[in-house]
């Protein structure tokens, strides 16, 4: 197949399993999937299923809709009920699987029956005693899974009963059954919390927003374990890969939307400022939904940018200007409103934010321009949108690509430092030469041992780091909190200021001692910081830790992937000698001895790297 | 026996057991069909009733053992 056709393939691929998702259109899509397979960067993903009652015919479902995400995922159902042993013993399947990812699908009437199906006995101490076990169990297999593996957890909540058993008078009462239920929920997500990458699938509201009445089939429950409709497994599919995605690392960073009938209704072009809809009242309050969605998005952590065809003019007016718009220019990280074909300007939008193409999620009310974006863009991630304007908000707010399972401070912070970029760019322009631009910037960095508090955002880093990374290893925060308590190892954060702001932890440094060598593990920088020498000064700091503890020599490899090129020159411009090359990558050392490396004197360095100090 | 309905369930379950048309023959039971196990089985069962537009109860599914014994549950409940 020639490039064209394999994309126009991807693309129909991924529009029939949005128009008609079920077991047959599976089948379908996971046998395309196959054949392309070569021309999709798929990432792959190894989920176990730990469960209670029947959930193979789910399989097939969230295999498809992971492919069409561009994951590509493995899944291995436990065994029925044997949840319990395969998370206790430590040579069970569930740990030989090795899995990135478990979930833990089990039911009120699982773990608590005596809630579920006899709650009308019981006397509130009774009540209590049941809450008090079934969380300790709970929280003891939590901790136990965490004892034996690193992926990451999702344990579904438990669902309250359509039909409480003391009818209306449940709800009249402090101790209800559904209280009863909602109480182990809320102890359930404070021991999830506890614990790094362990998180609460909150299953009653899934069940809640599909119906709960629709939800669940008694006959299939009876006869064959299945409690879940057949028409409801595809909901739980996407519930799972809400959480897969971020997980596997397949979400965006920046959403690039239209303006005309996507951010308000009409064309501002034809209709004027006073003719657009756009305000409190129906029909502005579709569009004003729309812009909820995306600021709520937005404070997630991800980047909003537009690209409209438009007369600037006029769009911005309505930007600036117009009493209905929720967003305003400063929310937002880019802008490209001219007459330019969109896929040029959504290039353009990932190179001035440094971002990838993968980075992109596109949403625009015009299917043509859709279509042309998954043709000619294929990494961008585009929101299908349905006909009707009134779904675009719930559209936005389900999709799984701009989902975040943690919100750092960075993260909510990120807007704000684009937008001082772009001064700081503008600066760059004014400054004579480069040193003086650096000097210019006042640059302020904190090395330090990683610690609780700063674990998430280390894991984060390096998962999401793509461009300047050394190795691309991607650890979860268990992984990292494991390395840093290793002997010999040490994990590093890298802080960085400058005056325009505090820029937060763009950077992280494992290194490992191996028989009088350090050993690089990892090393990267967030491209927020690339080029402004951050990346000389982190050297030279683990240049000094090798002397200071009587290393020879430091020693560390280049893993080349699609991304990286950035850092590809890295060792090699800081002294580096090329030791030897294999077909993954090179492996360069420096001798301690006689290394000249320093920390630039335009950049204020400070250390703290003792852990826990 | 319908002959349009007999053909239809044969393709549903050749499609949830990938065997051939051929393959799938009235005495298709769990013991001639390697792959019918009870997963399988409820396979067989949501395709059916997803293709057919119809649902089974419990004693129904009970019976269902065979190709023959589906389309015996079937006959009625799609004839007209």
């Known amino acids: 197949m020639a490039s064209g056709a394999w994309a126009l393939a991807r693309m129909r691929v991924a529009q029939m399993w949005a128009s008609e998702p079920g077991p047959a259109t599976a089948a379908y899509v996971l046998a395309c999937v196959e054949k392309l397979r070569p021309h999709l960067s798929l990432v792959s993903c190894r989920l176990f299923v730990l469960r209670a009652f029947t959930l193979e015919p789910v399989v097939p479902l969230v ?94 909540g438990l669902e309250v009963p359509a039909w409480p058993a003391a009818g209306l008078w449940d709800a009249q009462q402090p101790e209800g059954q559904r209280e009863a239920i909602r109480r182990i929920n809320r102890r359930i997500q404070e021991a999830a919390r506890a614990v790094p990458g ?25 006869t064959m374990r299945m409690p879940i409709a057949a028409p409801a497994l595809g909901s739980l599919a ?8 971020p997980l ?44 909820r969605a995306l600021l709520d998005i937005r404070q997630r952590g991800f ?41 040029q300007n959504l290039r353009e939008i990932a190179a001035e934010l440094n ?36 779904a675009f908000a719930a559209a936005l707010r389900q999709h799984p690509a701009l989902e975040r399972l943690a919100v750092s401070a960075e993260d909510r912070e990120r807007s704000r430092y684009y937008g001082e970029q772009r001064e700081r760019t503008a600066l760059q322009q004014s400054a004579g030469s480069v040193q003086e631009f650096l000097r210019s910037l006042d640059q302020r960095m904190v090395i330090a041992a990683v610690n609780p508090s700063t674990r998430a955002r280390v894991a984060q880093l390096t998962q999401k780091t793509n461009q300047f990374n050394l190795t691309t290893r991607r650890y979860s925060e268990q992984e990292i909190a494991d390395m840093a308590a290793r002997s010999g190892y040490e994990v590093f954060s890298v ?19 191996e028989d009088g060598v350090g050993v690089i593990d990892t090393f990267l920088l967030s491209c927020r910081v690339i080029g402004r020498t951050v990346e000389t000064a982190m050297l030279a700091f683990l240049l000094e830790r090798a002397r200071a503890r009587g290393d020879h020599r430091l020693e560390g490899w280049f893993y080349p992937t699609k991304k990286n090129a950035p850092a590809s020159e890295f060792y090699a411009t800081h002294g580096f000698v090329l030791e030897e090359t294999v077909e993954q990558g090179s492996r360069w050392s420096l001798a301690v001895a006689t290394a000249g490396l320093r920390c630039p004197d335009w950049i204020t360095l400070s250390i703290n790297a003792e852990p826990n100090s | 026996m319908n002959p349009d309905l007999v053909d239809r369930v044969r393709r549903i379950a050749a499609d949830v057991f990938k065997l051939s048309l051929a393959e799938v023959t009235l005495e298709a039971s769990p013991e001639t069909i390697a792959d019918w196990d009870s997963v399988q089985h409820l396979n067989l069962v949501l395709a059916l009733e997803q293709e057919l537009g119809v649902e089974f109860s419990p004693e129904e599914i009970e019976r269902m053992n065979s190709l023959g014994a ?7 409940k799609v004839r007209g």
């Open chain 1, 198 to 222: 362990v998180y609460v699938l909150d299953y009653d509201e899934l069940v809640a927003r599909v119906g709960r009445t629709r939800w669940h089939d008694l006959r299939k429950w009876l």
């Open chain 1, 248 to 291: 596997a690392g397949r979400t965006c960073k920046v959403v690039v939307t239209d303006l005309d009938n996507t951010l308000w209704g009409g064309v501002v072009g034809e209709d004027g400022f006073q003719g657009i809809q756009l305000g409190p009242e129906y029909p502005g309050a579709i569009y004003q939904a729309v812009q």
């Open chain 1, 355 to 390: 971002l990838g193409l993968d980075a992109m999620a596109f949403l625009d009310d015009n299917p043509a321009e859709r279509e042309r974006v998954r043709l000619e863009l294929p990494e961008v991630t585009v929101v299908e949108l349905p006909a009707d304007p009134m």
């Open chain 1, 63 to 156: 295999r498809a809709a992971a492919a069409v995400a561009g994951i590509d995922l493995t899944v291995r159902l436990g065994e029925f009920n044997a949840y319990v042993q395969e998370i206790v013993s430590p040579d069970s399947a569930l740990y030989a699987f090795r899995p990135d990812v478990a979930i833990l699908a089990v039911q009120t009437r699982d773990v608590a029956p005596e809630l579920a199906v006899r709650f009308g006995d019981l006397s509130t101490d009774e009540v209590n005693a049941v809450i008090e076990r079934v969380s300790a169990e709970m929280t003891s297999l939590i901790r136990t899974f965490r004892g034996n593996s690193s992926a990451s957890l999702v344990l579904h």
């Open chain 1, 238 to 245: 996407d519930e799972w890969l809400r959480f897969i995605c």
């Open chain 1, 495 to 513: 802080q960085v200021a400058d005056r325009f702001g505090d820029n937060g932890i763009v950077g992280v440094m494992i290194t490992r001692r």
């Open chain 2, 70 to 76: 589906i389309l015996a549950v079937l006959e009625p």
């Open chain 1, 303 to 343: 980047l909003l940018a537009v690209c409209s065809k438009n007369n600037p003019p006029e769009a911005m007016e309505v930007l600036e200007k117009h009493p209905g718009m929720l967003l305003r220019p400063g929310d937002i990280a880019a802008l490209r409103i001219n007459w330019q074909d969109k896929v």
